[in-house]
């Protein structure tokens, strides 16, 4: 009997206890196990069976590492009928998060107990994929069709309250697992409760599932699995028999598991596992952090102290005068307020933080006893080396000093101190309470403790961190201005703002490129835009005026009801702003630009290519580690499709050599702006993927 699953006899009653950390993941180890203490069980004449899991969860679905091998015997789903078949009564006994192929473990139990605090779901969906050993068929029959159909195609986790409701779980009950789930064998063995095998019980009511499928497809924005399950329990209502509604789940399973839509999701999921993982931080440890400062209370000051105060921390926030640190204080008191409403916070710990946790300031020398520092002010170069020499003064020995600037140079902000080893850029994303992005920007000098203080606060604040070194932008930033500046030429050469917006939200994004400018603010754009034509632009690069022209004209996008799109009062998104095609079809006539047509296929195709060479050339420098750093970043910071992996996964399901000669044909036509990153090149001579230096780490 494989360690995985300890075998116990407790008088008459089996019991098999999963020992696979961290998430007892139903490997093949696991399977075997639970197949041969069944078939013990039997042969010991016991006359009982309970299941639970050692450690912090009850099986957290299938081995996820095990997709894409050869699959291994016994089979999940046969295993879940043998369970199921046996003529012992089988109990399972649930704690932590009983997930997908978890949760189908248990359905084909025949009762099921689970403490308070346990979970209960299918999340498959969320890896492209549907419930492949009995979820689509088994649930529908105990919590009939539409509450099914929600828990699959949301994948959400149910409480084990609401489990209870739904049937899911017959009893809960508080204790340990294993001493839960004996008393109710006993209990169950007591009162001579017959063994009920779910696949048994009746084919539940149908719904109109040709119109539950639309709606969820539409809401998957191009994410099949979801719609693909509505299918899955319309066999369950549907199909001859049981076996044959598992067949045709299993077919669905199958077809999705290939699919690049899952191979995307599961990149995903294992990506923002591995990007706080850094080889450099092993055995270092974070400095202690008690208390943070702030220093500036507007939109992203206000933010990242919201997020701090939500995660326990105490503040102390600077501004430069007591008016501003009271319009700050609101701008907390808002963020708090809505945190409230989402029922993320009680009103008593509203109440505490602003009484309590939140000190405000207009002084340095309150800052004097902070162990970190975040500056947030006005991104101006001079500005920020004024706020780096003060922080030098005032703050204590080993305390960080932090920027969250989202361009400038983090080298010449740490030479303005005589501590460099202690200053890090911390680039949050608005709002900063909400958005899951960190970008942990590692200047020349920074020391290692004080980038691992920085995985530690981005932890702590429930973000998702990436290291980035120091350039124009930094990931996110620097890609982003790449991809757009396509945007932007395509919109020269014929193409309409409101075509690519159209193209890319089909394609997955969020938002088009011109309605997050307008959501960001157009003045952002025409500021970057004036810098670098200040700084000097090569001759060779493409520029347009056509976005200057409604700035002059003082549309700044959503801020001011007006920019690429009008905005009317309480109205969710704009509509097209007649204004602009003239401007556009002027500044092109101004290049001598004749415009042609493009096609969907043709915007996405470039403006993903653009993405990807500078995202290669920005792991080709070491700005990102490994490409899925770069993933990761566009996922959580850029409205990137997740079911698309990230732009590096992107490219190599597309396969590299594509992506290369897209790039070698464009520079034909511009050959400053398509210029192959040289690591794109160098992968695709030694037929390399992405994926290969995701793997050497
Ligand atoms: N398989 C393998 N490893 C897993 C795993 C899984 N299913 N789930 C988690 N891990 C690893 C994870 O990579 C990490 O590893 C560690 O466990 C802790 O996870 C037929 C086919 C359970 C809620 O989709 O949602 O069943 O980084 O950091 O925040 O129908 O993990 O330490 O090396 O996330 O506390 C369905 C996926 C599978 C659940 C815990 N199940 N997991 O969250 O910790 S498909 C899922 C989660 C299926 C059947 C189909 C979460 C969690 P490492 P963690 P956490």
Redesign the pocket.
């Known amino acids: 009997m494989s360690q995985a699953v300890e075998y116990e006899c407790i008088g008459e009653i089996a019991v098999l206890a999963a020992n696979n950390p961290?998430?007892n993941?139903?490997?093949v180890d696991v399977r075997r196990g639970l197949l041969a203490g069944i078939e013990r069980a039997e042969s010991e004449g016991a006359k009982a069976v309970l299941i639970y899991g050692k450690g912090?969860?009850f099986f957290?679905?299938?081995?996820?590492?095990?997709?894409g091998k050869p699959p291994l015997e016994p089979f999940?789903?046969s295993l879940c009928n043998r369970i199921e078949a046996s003529p012992l009564l089988v109990v399972a006994a649930l704690h932590?998060?009983a997930?997908?192929?978890?949760l189908?473990v248990a359905l084909s139990c025949h009762y099921r107990i689970a403490v308070p605090s346990a979970?209960v779901?299918?999340?498959?969906v969320?890896?492209g994929?549907?419930?492949?050993?009995g979820?689509t068929q088994r649930l529908p029959r105990i919590t009939g069709v539409e509450a099914a159909l929600d828990v699959i195609t949301t994948?959400r986790?149910v409480q084990a309250d609401e489990a209870l409701e739904l049937g899911v779980v017959d009893k809960v009950e508080d204790g340990e697992p294993r001493d839960v789930g004996l008393a109710y064998v006993r209990e169950l063995l007591d009162m001579d409760a017959p063994r009920r095998a779910v696949g048994e019980l009746p084919v539940p009511d149908p719904v109109d599932f040709d119109s539950v499928y639309d709606s969820v497809l539409k809401k998957g924005r191009g994410q099949l699995s979801p719609a693909v399950a509505v299918r899955a329990v319309q066999a369950c209502c549907e199909a001859e028999s049981f076996a044959d509604g598992m067949a045709r789940e299993r077919e669905l399973?199958q077809d999705l598991?290939v699919s690049d839509q899952s191979k995307g999701l599961r990149h995903a999921?294992?990506a923002e596992?591995?990007v706080g993982?850094l080889p450099e931080l092993k055995d270092v440890d974070p400095r202690m952090v008690h208390q943070i400062g702030v220093i500036g209370g507007g939109t992203m000051g206000a933010g990242i102290a919201t997020a701090a105060l939500l995660s326990g921390l105490p503040v102390v926030l600077l501004e430069m005068s007591n008016e501003a640190a009271i319009a700050a204080k609101e701008r907390i008191a808002g963020n708090l307020a809505g945190a409230v409403k989402r029922g993320k916070l009680s009103t008593e710990d509203h109440d505490d933080i602003l009484e309590n946790k939140l000190e405000l300031a207009t002084g340095y020398g309150a800052l004097s006893g902070v162990d970190l520092v975040i500056e947030a002010v006005f991104e101006d170069m001079a500005v920020k080396k004024q706020v780096f020499t003060q922080l030098d003064e005032v703050c204590k020995k080993g305390a960080v000093l932090a920027t969250n600037t989202s361009y400038l140079d983090v080298n010449e902000i740490a030479a303005m101190t005589s501590r460099p080893e202690d200053v890090i850029g911390l680039h949050f994303f608005s709002p900063a309470h909400v958005m899951k992005l960190l970008e942990i920007v590692v200047a020349d000098k920074t020391a290692p403790d004080v980038v691992a203080t920085g995985f530690a606060l981005g932890q702590r604040l429930r973000k998702v961190s990436v290291r980035a070194g120091v350039c124009d932008g930094f990931i996110g930033n620097r890609i982003l201005n790449t991809y757009r500046a396509c945007a932007d030429h395509m919109v020269l050469d014929g193409a309409s703002p409101y075509q690519i917006d159209k193209a890319l939200t089909d394609f997955g994004f969020a938002m088009g490129p011109f309605a997050v400018s307008d959501l960001a603010g157009l003045d952002i754009g025409w500021a970057g835009r004036k810098r670098r034509r200040a700084e000097g632009m090569d001759p060779r690069a493409r520029d347009s005026s056509y976005a200057d022209k409604l700035c002059e004209d003082g549309h700044f996008g959503q801020k001011t009801g007006k920019g690429y799109y009008i905005y009317e009062k309480g109205k969710r998104g704009g509509v097209p702003n007649p204004d602009v095609m003239p401007l556009i079809e002027a500044d092109c006539a101004a290049q001598g630009i004749t415009p042609r047509d493009f096609s969907d296929e043709e915007i996405v195709r470039r403006y993903m290519t653009a993405m990807v060479n500078e995202a290669a050339r920005v792991v080709g420098e070491g700005i990102a580690r490994r490409p899925l750093d770069v993933d990761v970043t566009l996922l959580y910071g850029y409205g990137f499709p997740r079911y698309r992996g990230g732009p590096l996964k992107w490219a190599d399901l597309q396969g590299l050599a594509g992506v290369l000669s897209d790039i070698r044909n464009w520079s034909e036509e511009d050959d400053y702006f398509w210029q192959p990153a040289p690591l794109l090149e160098q992968l695709v001579a030694e037929g390399r993927t992405f994926e290969d230096l995701n793997k050497a780490g």
């Open positions: 961290p998430v993941a139903l490997g912090r969860t957290a679905g299938a081995d996820i590492r095990e997709f999940l789903p932590g998060t997930l997908g192929g978890g189908e979970k779901g299918l999340p498959e969320k890896l994929i549907i419930p492949g050993a979820g994948g986790q399973f598991l999921f294992a596992r591995t993982k």
